[in-house]
């Protein structure tokens, strides 16, 4: 019964990656392609790539992150708690691609981990260990903090660019500017594959180690091509309802103005990743940039009533998988 557990836990984890690779191309293309940087086809082919490779140099660090990130009761109840979380997740972020709403996939699935712990111990099993300062590390501080850093630094970086470009003709810099897209866009897809491959590769290690497959001191191979692999697959198929509403509902910036957001967010992802190995949202990080970036503009462009549905959503994301992972949970409870 343990290896088909495990088994069902790699498929849902892989639809999982899958799913996070084909709701955030937006995230790198969107802009792109709304300015005419890059053609549909070319940047998702970009974006691919560029998720592929940086999920595969995620592998270096999914070990130190599966052991400072939660513990799970070994055999059928650990794997249970990881399939009901999984699930949740994946069932939240089909919902919000099928209404075009940009949301945290890293924070559905720490939410949807958190409600199968809660349901575990309802029956009387074991919760999930250090899931209050993972809610707190990967949840609550970057819900707060890393859109308001992306806001302000994109807004504030604005100023110094328009300025350095002020003597151009405005047709020369929109093509400077969207060459640069091209660029940022890759770097904003290679941050997401480094930030997004770190937990897919964890929660695999995670059952792994449940299931009593690993001691969890290295990842092995697979683990590292099947998180990297789907991810790249997701991509290609690309979840254009959330592009739409990044690229042309929240707010129109130019090239310029793209090229800022793009770059900024993958700065930040840069940093998240390789020197704080902090876990950052993506999606919370390039719609924020976005909006900063579209806010400094001399006449109003936002979409206000959009955008604090797309905060209330944030905000909901991580109770929402929570509620979803505790009945999933207790479905699956006879197996534990």
């Not at 130190?64 to 513990?71: D, E, L, N």
């Not at 198929?237 to 103005?257: A, M, N």
């Not at 900063?292 to 944030?314: C, D, M, P």
Request: a positive charge; hydrophobic letters at 60%.
């Amino acid at each position: 019964m343990t290896g088909f557990v495990f088994g069902a836990v790699v498929l849902i984890t892989a639809a999982f990656a899958f799913l996070n690779g084909f709701r955030d191309v937006p995230n790198a293309v969107a802009l792109a392609v709304r300015t005419r940087a890059l053609t549909p086809s070319v940047a998702v082919l970009l974006a691919a790539f560029f998720n592929l490779l940086g999920a595969l140099l995620s592998a270096t660090v999914v070990v130190a992150i599966s052991h400072t990130w939660i513990h799970l009761p070994d055999g059928l109840s650990g794997l249970s708690i990881l399939m009901a979380g999984v699930a949740s997740a994946c069932a939240w972020g089909l919902l919000m691609w099928w209404h075009g709403m940009p949301s945290s996939s890293t924070h559905a699935l720490v939410g949807g981990l958190a409600g199968a712990g809660l349901a575990s111990l309802a029956v009387g099993g074991v919760g999930v260990g250090g899931v209050d300062r993972s809610l707190v590390v990967q949840v609550l501080l970057p819900l707060l903090l890393s859109p308001i850093v992306a806001y302000v630094g994109a807004y504030l970086m604005v100023f110094p660019v328009t300025w350095a470009a002020r003597h151009t003709q405005p047709h020369v810099v929109n093509q400077r500017f969207r060459r640069s897209q091209a660029i940022a866009a890759g770097a904003v897809a290679f941050g997401h594959g480094l930030q997004d491959g770190q937990r897919v590769g964890a929660v695999l290690l995670l059952a792994m180690v449940a299931a009593g497959y690993a001691d969890g001191d290295s990842i092995p191979l697979w683990v590292a091509l099947l998180s990297a692999v789907m991810i790249a697959a997701g991509t290609l198929f690309g979840g254009w309802r959330i592009s739409h509403t990044i690229g042309y509902k929240i707010t129109r910036v130019d090239p310029l103005r793209g090229s800022v957001a793009q770059t900024f967010s993958a700065v930040m992802l840069f940093v998240g990743a390789i020197a704080l190995q902090a876990p950052l949202s993506t999606t919370h990080t390039v719609t924020a940039s976005v909006l900063g970036a579209g806010e400094n503009q001399h006449f109003a462009v936002t979409n206000r009533k959009l955008v604090l549905q797309i905060l209330g959503l944030w905000v909901l994301t991580p109770a929402a998988a929570a509620a979803l992972a505790f009945v999933f949970a207790l479905a699956l409870s006879p197996l534990a």
